[in-house]
């Protein structure tokens, strides 16, 4: 008994306390596990290009329960190509948020972002896209709550929505012979969303379909060198014009596409293009057609909602005179002038609809 006793003051304290802790409180839970990340690639029933579906940078960011970042991983080249990544992450309930091709300013945002609503407020703009690779986001979740790992599986979705210019038909009056289509662009276009997709417009390109930066508002986009804002995205030309005979159409769908970020204001605009101020209405595809030597405006309202990863196929059948640039070319035109048919069609599933203007 002295023997024992005289041992156990020779113990150092340390170790006692570890033995008397070991009986007394449970393991904590915990340890890592596997979370198995994969994408599928993005099919579409608009006419996407293989840019439009280009991932050429991924990176995850990974937040525990309480919505605190544990981990970020950007994808390697060999991932990319397996649309698939394993990340170690400690138990528990996940949520996963992933950005493609972003970069600059954003990923530099992102990357510093501690929380899950920090993240999802940073601020990508449209000209922080490039035809070449589109911004793509995803979110998903997981519980990992074994060895064995967990899965989730994504959706990568574009917050653009894409505007096609597809069929333009000569209706007019046969005297006026073949017409030419000179312009395309768009007006009135949200440059703003954030990762989550739930900013309200703030910034606007073209109000109007006026050149803000070299004419105020005093100048239309076309004319006299003016130009088109976020013009990559939001402006087509044809030189001097691409000829419709009377009674034939052209199919443009091939080679004219705009972006803008949603817009969910439905109201059109009313007045002419030379206002001094603007008020937010919904996106415009405004179509330049010279006949006869004169150019007519057909403004052409997006008025049904543009919706992230939507592409938003436009057809048109010119039927009476536009307006010309002295009427005002935001002017309305009547149904007598001009027949629309917009397409709204899903980039990645789900139904198609026909909207008639």
């Known amino acids: 008994m002295t023997f024992m006793k005289n041992l156990l003051l020779s113990l150092p ?16 839970p915990g ?31 990974i937040f525990d329960a309480h919505g605190m970042l544990e981990t970020a991983h950007a994808c390697t080249a060999a991932e990319l190509s397996g649309r698939q ?29 501690a929380t899950l609503t920090e993240l999802e407020a940073v601020t ?11 911004i793509m986001t995803a979110k998903g979740t997981a519980s990992v709550s074994s060895a064995s ?39 009135n276009v949200v440059g703003n969303q954030n990762l989550a997709g739930t900013a309200a417009p703030a910034t606007w390109y073209n109000q109007n379909g006026t050149d803000a930066a070299n004419g105020g508002k005093k100048a239309t986009i076309g004319q006299g060198g ?21 009674g034939g159409s052209y199919n443009f769908a091939s080679g004219t596409v705009f972006y803008a970020m949603p817009n969910t204001i439905q109201t059109v605009p009313s007045t002419s293009a030379y206002t001094a101020s603007f008020t937010p209405t919904c996106t415009v595809l405004m179509l330049v057609v010279e006949v006869k030597g004169v150019l007519y405006y057909y403004p052409v309202a997006l008025s049904q909602q543009l919706r992230m990863n939507t592409d938003n196929l436009v057809n ?14 935001f002017n309305k035109i009547g149904r007598s002038d001009l027949a629309v048919d917009v397409r709204i069609l899903d980039w990645t599933n789900g139904a198609t609809y026909t909207e008639t203007i």
Request: some cysteine.
């Open 124 to 134: 990508i703009g449209l000209l922080d896209n490039a035809t070449s690779a589109f």
């Open 13 to 28: 304290v340390w170790m006692l306390l570890a033995g008397m802790l070991s009986c007394s409180v449970q393991p904590v």
């Open 31 to 61: 340890g890592d596990s596997t979370l198995n990340i994969n994408w599928a690639d993005v099919p579409t029933k608009g006419a996407a290009t293989s840019a439009e579906k280009t991932v050429n940078t991924l990176r995850f960011y």
């Open 85 to 113: 990544a394993d990340i170690r992450v400690k138990y528990g309930s996940k949520t996963i948020f992933a950005v493609a091709n972003l970069g600059g300013t954003p990923l530099n945002a992102a990357d510093g972002c």
């Open 149 to 187: 790992g967990a899965s989730c599986s994504l959706n990568l979705a574009r917050p653009v929505a894409k505007i096609s210019l597809g069929t333009v038909t000569n209706n007019l009056p046969s005297p006026y012979g073949s017409i030419k289509v000179r312009h395309a662009f768009l007006c």
């Open 316 to 329: 048109i059948k010119l039927i009476g005179l536009g307006n010309t640039l002295e009427d005002g070319p």
């Open 226 to 246: 003016h130009t088109a804002q976020a013009s990559t995205f939001t402006w087509k030309s044809y030189g001097s014009g691409q000829s419709i005979a009377a």
